[in-house]
């Protein structure tokens, strides 16, 4: 475990496991469909590329990046699009693939947009969700795992751009934030740009 981290939540081999099973379950319920993958940058990147590879069936990839309005306080639900997909997507059935549902502000504002461009279907595939309460509920297709209500780094989840090399998911130890601004949200670093 790195020396910066107080407590693993998920580990490597629970992620390993739910990857497995998730790919499965998405390989059966896309069968004969025309697949996107939808990542969203950075954080979703490890899960992606382990997901894609646990999917026994050819589909394609693509990413978008996007950087939420608004203060570290507050996710506002505005968001800005950084990088967009490459294509129209009206002949294609969207998976979202995050990283972790918080707020879920974001989430809905990527779907009200991916909507408006007719995709086949449109649903979401995410590794974490925080238990927490919701302004707006939110329909996951797919979820990981569940996790307290605290701010995670590792396998794509950063604090100040680091971290994201992290093999597990875990909470970092206090002291860490001590030189540096803690993140207002909990679940929200200052250099944060998902
Ligand atoms: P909302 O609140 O709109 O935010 O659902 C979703 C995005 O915020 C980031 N996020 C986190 N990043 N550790 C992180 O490193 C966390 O605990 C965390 N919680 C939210 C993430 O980019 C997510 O897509
Ligand atoms: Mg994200």
């Known amino acids: 475990m ?7 939540l998920v ?9 497995k099973e998730l790919g499965h379950q998405i390989t059966q319920d896309y069968q004969g469909k025309n697949l996107l993958l939808l990542g969203i940058l950075k954080g979703a990147i490890p899960f992606i ?21 608004g203060n570290a306080t507050q996710s506002s639900g505005v ?17 979202i693939v995050e990283d972790i549902v ?12 991916l909507r408006q461009r007719h995709p086949l279907s449109l649903r979401v595939c995410t590794l974490l969700y925080k238990e927490r ?6 329909e996951l297709a797919y979820i990981g795992f569940r996790i307290p209500n605290l701010f995670v780094v590792g396998y794509g989840l950063d604090y100040a751009q680091r971290y994201r090399n992290l093999p597990y998911v875990g909470v970092l130890k206090p002291e ?16 944060e740009s998902s």
């Open 176 to 191: 860490v934030y001590q030189n540096n601004q803690k993140p207002e949200r909990q679940h929200k670093s200052p250099a």
């Open 102 to 113: 918080d707020s879920g502000l974001t989430l809905h504002y990527m779907l009200d947009l």
């Open 133 to 138: 309460e919701r302004a707006k509920p939110l």
């Open 2 to 8: 790195h020396e910066d981290i107080e407590e693993i």
């Open 11 to 19: 580990t490597q081999e629970q992620i390993k496991a739910k990857v």
């Open 79 to 95: 968001v800005r699009i950084l990088k967009d997909l490459e294509g129209p997507i009206d002949q294609k059935h969207v998976l």
């Open 49 to 69: 590329a382990d997901l894609s590879r646990a999917i026994d069936m050819l589909h394609e990839i693509d990413y978008m990046a996007v950087s939420s309005y």
